[in-house]
């Protein structure tokens, strides 16, 4: 299972995104969204693979990005957050 940060600036404010948080929620093992435009999600799929699956919701100038998290990581959050990603030995 990969470890994914998926960070997402969605631009049209007349667009129903629905169908692609709907994507972003189903087509993983797990999800965790603690940041607005940012989610840690647990896959099978490399970073490459999901963000395919993300494109197909999004318009131009819409932004994604998706890179696969290491442990090697540091972050200023709540404990329940660190409870959370250190819970998933990745």
Request: net charge negative.
């Amino acid at each position: 299972m990969n470890v994914l940060l998926v960070t997402h600036t969605l631009k049209n404010h007349h667009k129903d995104y629905s169908s692609f948080f709907n994507a972003l929620k189903t087509s993983c093992a797990e999800w965790w969204h603690y940041f607005d435009t940012a989610w840690i999600v647990i896959t099978p799929q490399t970073a490459d693979q999901f963000a395919k699956l993300l494109y197909l919701h999004m318009e131009n100038p819409d932004r994604l990005l998706v890179v696969k998290l290491q442990k090697d990581y540091q972050d200023w959050l709540e404990t329940d957050a660190w409870d959370w990603l250190n819970a998933r030995n990745f």
